[in-house]
């Protein structure tokens, strides 16, 4: 039998359900996970996962006793593989050992076991229960209705209510006048809310790509709002009818404020729920031991917690790295499992829905296209990983040739017509922000001298754009003479590289400490970003005895103008390694957009609420 017909049958056998799990190895839960939602695991990989634990019998059709709930148990480590395993139905009620140690159940807290098993001939086939990926596919459709049911009530209240406040209360007719009166006042809401809808839903604005994603999700949205209204005004311009401005003025913004915030409501419940392994691809990783532990960190540091990585195939020979040995990556063990050529039958005993392709044998040009069809109905998604690193989705496309897919990597660009856009950005922002500074200047005129004598502000020399320096401007946050003190405090310095951080910094005033962790010394940044000197979102502005320092990578930072916050700030800040600031930093100057702008600085509002990072 060739490789072709292997593959095949087996993508044929998975469809019918009839796959038969072998011996495996367990995944890795989230450490901080109590539970799994059910719907997470499909119920043949749960009865092998139990099986694993407890020694009862299995049958080849994924059924399993109801009594057994170990699997709902998330373990720190995964453990060892199972000594002996036949897939089929056992009649030994001893319980198997593993490694040496006797499997014990564990319960699920939040589902007591049946007082007997289920009989064996009133057992589901695994046909009728499902496969991994009609598990991920089932919570997929539960989570978009959630979604469609949230945009349906917030669309509806948008366009209808700005409506009923104004023609409410109702004048006193008879009952045939009144309902053609409600006909007439509310048809134009109803058609706007199908509009929108109809848009939302052409826009793909719940589609599972996008599910946590955050940023392209909220494009989405604006998108389909901006199609729907943009066409439903030029409809009416062109038949010159009327009753159109409520809804531009009105339900316009409401509405798209209310669709964003109930998007960030649920991506959080989300984010949340993934800690507890619900939610999340189950993710297996394919290829050569380095780039399985670069993609493993790069999940790592994903915020979307999407996938859930429950093991490795490898496929080249590293030191200290075997079969039996888990693979380590940031403290944490992943079971190394199977081989390249048994990758989908891997995946289906690990109730993998995810398979991540980061590097293959050389010798087999066809390894990928011949997996996706061993994948077929029994794997939700085949990611081909990369490590073009720090290159965001806005700067890659897809270019298909005839049998080679070409990935095409815009050249950065540092001027044009998005830098006039960011510099408009910039003008308005900053306007705004005076407006808090003089808030806040008249008690802090006060306070900060009563504090420490001296000026209310101060001025520092900073590198900006192409190296040009500039007089930044912030609230004093220390004691006059300051910074001739560094010198002898650097011995207790717990800053990144070249920059001097002190977290219990004694030159700090007992104002400039509270002023500092609110952030709120940088408002008068607002001042540099009006003048040009600096943008609203950006790279850190650096000293100039810091910029001595960079190398011709580092460097790069200077090509666009630092920023009051950006990523840094949102990250960590103060609590950044020096490698990590860099990186962000990079990232931000070659990726930067107008709508990652916006998000960053929602999300510094946030921040500075919690300050982790700022001392």
């Not at 009839?18 to 990989?45: K, N, Q």
């Not at 901006?226 to 509405?255: E, I, K, W, Y």
């Not at 507890?276 to 493993?296: M, N, Q, W």
């Not at 390249?340 to 398979?355: F, G």
Request: with cysteine; glycine share 8%.
């Amino acid at each position: 039998m060739t490789a072709l017909e292997r593959g095949t049958g087996h993508r044929l056998d998975a469809r019918r359900g009839h796959l038969d799990a072998g011996p495996w190895a367990r995944d890795r839960w989230p450490e901080s996970a109590d539970s799994v939602d059910e719907d997470t695991i499909p119920r043949g990989a749960r009865s092998s996962d139990a099986t694993a634990e407890t020694g009862e019998p299995v049958s080849r059709f994924g059924g399993r006793p109801s009594h057994l709930t170990a699997v709902h148990r998330l373990t720190a480590e995964p453990a060892a593989p199972v000594r002996s395993h036949t897939g089929a139905a056992s009649s030994s009620g001893d319980a198997q050992t593993v490694d040496g140690r006797t499997a014990q159940q564990s319960t699920h807290p939040r589902r007591q076991p049946p007082s007997a098993p289920e009989p064996a001939d009133r057992r589901a086939p695994a046909a009728d229960r499902g496969t991994a990926l009609d598990i991920r596919r089932r919570w997929e459709r539960r989570y978009r209705r959630r979604l469609r049911w949230t945009d349906v009530l917030v669309v509806l209240v948008a366009t209808i209510a700005p409506r009923a406040v104004l023609f409410f209360p109702i004048p006193a007719r008879a009952p045939v006048e009144t309902a053609q009166l409600l006909t007439g006042a509310f048809a134009l809401p109803l058609l706007v809310a199908i509009c929108w809808l109809v848009t939302l839903t052409l826009f793909r604005s719940r589609e599972a790509a996008v599910f946590g994603s955050g940023r392209s999700e909220y494009t989405r949205v604006l998108g389909a709002t901006g199609l729907a209204f943009g066409a439903l005004a030029a409809t009416f311009v062109v038949v010159q009818a009327d009753g159109l401005r409520l809804q531009l003025l009105v339900s316009l913004p409401l509405g798209l404020l209310l669709l964003l915030v109930g998007r960030w409501g649920w991506r959080r419940w989300l984010l949340h729920e993934r800690l507890f392994g619900h939610y999340v691809s189950r993710t297996l990783v394919v290829g050569d031991a380095r780039d399985v532990e670069y993609v493993i960190e790069a999940l790592h540091r994903d915020g979307q917690r999407a996938h859930l990585v429950v093991g490795a195939v490898l496929t080249g020979d590293r030191p200290g790295i075997s079969r039996q040995t888990p693979l380590v990556v940031d403290g944490r063990p992943y079971p190394v499992v199977g081989c390249p050529r048994t990758a989908a039958r891997t995946a289906a005993e690990l109730a993998a829905d995810t398979i991540i392709v980061v590097s293959h044998d050389d010798a087999d040009p066809y390894y990928v296209k011949r997996l996706s069809w061993e994948l077929e109905g029994t794997a939700a998604e085949l990611i081909l990983g990369s490590r073009l690193a720090d290159v965001a989705g806005p700067r890659i496309s897809l270019r298909p040739v005839d049998g080679l897919p070409l990935i095409q990597v815009r050249i950065p660009t540092f001027d044009g017509g998005q830098f006039v856009l960011k510099r408009a950005l910039d003008i308005v922002v900053a306007l705004v922000g005076l407006v808090a500074v003089a808030l806040v200047m008249i008690p802090l005129a006060i306070l900060i001298p009563l504090d420490s004598p001296g000026p209310l502000f101060y001025r520092q020399e900073r590198i900006g754009r192409d190296g040009k320096s500039f007089r930044m401007v912030k609230f004093r946050t220390m004691r006059v003479g300051a910074h001739a003190e560094a010198a002898a405090l650097a011995h207790a310095n717990d800053g990144a590289g070249p920059l001097f951080k002190m977290r219990e910094d004694p030159r700090v005033t007992r104002v400039g400490r509270v002023l500092r962790r609110l952030s709120l010394d940088e408002l008068p940044q607002f001042w540099n970003v009006l003048r040009g000197d600096m943008s609203a979102v950006g790279p850190r502005p650096p000293l100039p005895e810091e910029v001595l320092t960079y190398s011709g990578v580092v460097s790069r930072r200077l090509y666009i103008k630092p920023g009051i916050t950006g990523l840094w700030q949102i990250s960590g800040r103060s609590d950044l390694s020096w490698d990590e600031s860099v990186r962000l930093d990079l990232r931000y100057v070659e990726n930067w957009s107008l709508l990652s702008d916006l998000i960053i600085m929602w999300r510094t509002v946030r921040v500075m609420f919690f300050a982790r990072g700022a001392y």
